[in-house]
Nanobody, 123 residues
Framework: QVQLVESGGGLVQAGGSLRLSCAAS????????MGWFRQAPGKEREFVAA????????YYADSVKGRFTISRDNPKNTVYLQMSSLKPEDTAIYYC????????????????WGQGTQVTVSS
């Protein structure tokens, strides 16, 4: 079992930045690939970014590529999502999740999920 707790969400103006954190506890964090997903009001949850066990590979949705950066600190059992140049359409609940295998853009690959943190971008 892996417990995940997101933090760092909030209200920001368009063009601003936020950094989300996801703290993990339980099983060995470094055994898992980590992903960020988001769900906007009235929409399905969608993939945002993923990072492999050793941080050697990262993946991004086209909608956030060049604006968001995923990273991880295995000794601290934490994964981050640095979000820059935020747009109103980035408004959503952001979830982190842990997966033992891919494909990492699919929600079904993820075994454990956090409760989410709200990000609101005002225009």
């Amino acid at each position: 079992q892996v417990q995940l707790v997101e933090s760092g969400g909030g209200l920001v103006q368009a063009g601003g930045s936020l950094r989300l954190s996801c703290a993990a506890s339980g099983r060995t964090f470094s055994n898992y690939a980590m992903g960020w997903f988001r769900q906007a009001p009235g929409k399905e949850r969608e993939f945002v970014a993923a990072i492999m066990w050793s941080a050697s590979n990262t993946y991004y949705a086209d909608s956030v590529k060049g604006r968001f950066t995923i990273s991880r600190d295995n000794p601290k059992n934490t994964v981050y999502l640095q979000m820059s140049s935020l747009k109103p359409e980035d408004t959503a609940i952001y979830y982190c999740a842990a997966a033992r295998s891919g494909p990492y853009w699919r929600q079904e690959s993820y075994n454990f999920w956090g409760q989410g943190t709200q990000v609101t971008v005002s225009s």
